[in-house]
T-cell receptor, first 118, second 114 residues
Framework: GAVVSQHPSRVICKSGTSVKIECRSLDFQATTMFWYRQFPKKSLMLMATSNEGSKATYEQGVEKDKFLINHASLTLSTLTVTSAHPEDSSFYIC??????????????FGPGTRLTVL | AQSVAQPEDQVNVAEGNPLTVKCTYSVSGNPYLFWYVQYPNRGLQFLLKYITGDNLVKGSYGFEAEFNKSQTSFHLKKPSALVSDSALYFCAVRQGGTASKLTFGTGTRLQVTL
């Protein structure tokens, strides 16, 4: 089945530094990927839609200058948390839609990245 | 706008008993409905989906869900719960094609005890 990977799985950084998270579709191409943030009380919030070759579409209330998204190829999207602060600590999850031609009609999720900002 | 409600924060059930995790949705047009499961510190795993066809959908690990259009519900069920089913369950709705965004419910924690 379709697989989506994320790297790193866990990162700890100092306040003020930037952190890059990678999301890869391993055996299929994804012109669209989604980035979610999961809060401690478990709700999953869509942050942005990453589009290959064009600008990401951010959800209302998400700071595009803080959460930089780049979708440089059909298999890779990156989320960079710039000037991270403790309130950015969270679990970040990406997903990519399955291809209709593969007989699938769902999104495949990465394993998530735990970000801790000290 | 589309939305999903999972009214139960947690569901407790004894192993061997049937379980139900509730989900209601709101969407204009035909809904695409999904259930995902999340284990601690892991991403979401797909369980099952309703796109069209039979209202009763069967998925992974013995789970099933029933689409009820009149009640706008898509409850997740399993005839006999296992301790290993203990996890966080998310219902989600999508309006449109595969590349459309999913809207998730707040999640329901299922706790199965011996």
């Amino acid at each position: 089945g379709a697989v989506v990977s994320q790297h790193p799985s866990r990162v700890i950084c100092k306040s003020g530094t930037s952190v890059k998270i990678e999301c890869r579709s391993l055996d299929f191409q994804a012109t669209t990927m989604f980035w979610y943030r999961q809060f401690p009380k478990k709700s999953l919030m869509l942050m942005a839609t990453s589009n290959e070759g064009s600008k990401a579409t951010y959800e209302q209330g998400v700071e595009k200058d803080k959460f930089l998204i780049n979708h440089a190829s059909l298999t890779l999207s990156t989320l960079t948390v710039t000037s991270a602060h403790p309130e950015d600590s969270s679990f970040y999850i990406c997903s990519a839609p399955g291809l209709a031609g593969r007989g699938t009609d769902t999104q495949y999720f990465g394993p998530g990245t735990r970000l801790t900002v000290l | 706008a589309q939305s999903v409600a999972q009214p139960e924060d947690q569901v407790n059930v004894a192993e061997g008993n049937p379980l139900t995790v509730k989900c209601t949705y709101s969407v204009s047009g035909n809904p695409y409905l999904f259930w995902y499961v999340q284990y601690p510190n892991r991403g979401l795993q797909f369980l099952l989906k309703y796109i069209t066809g039979d209202n009763l959908v069967k998925g992974s690990y013995g789970f099933e869900a029933e689409f009820n259009k009149s009640q706008t519900s898509f409850h997740l069920k399993k005839p006999s719960a296992l301790v290993s089913d203990s996890a966080l369950y998310f219902c989600a709705v999508r309006q449109g094609g595969t590349a459309s965004k999913l809207t998730f419910g707040t999640g329901t924690r299922l706790q199965v005890t011996l």
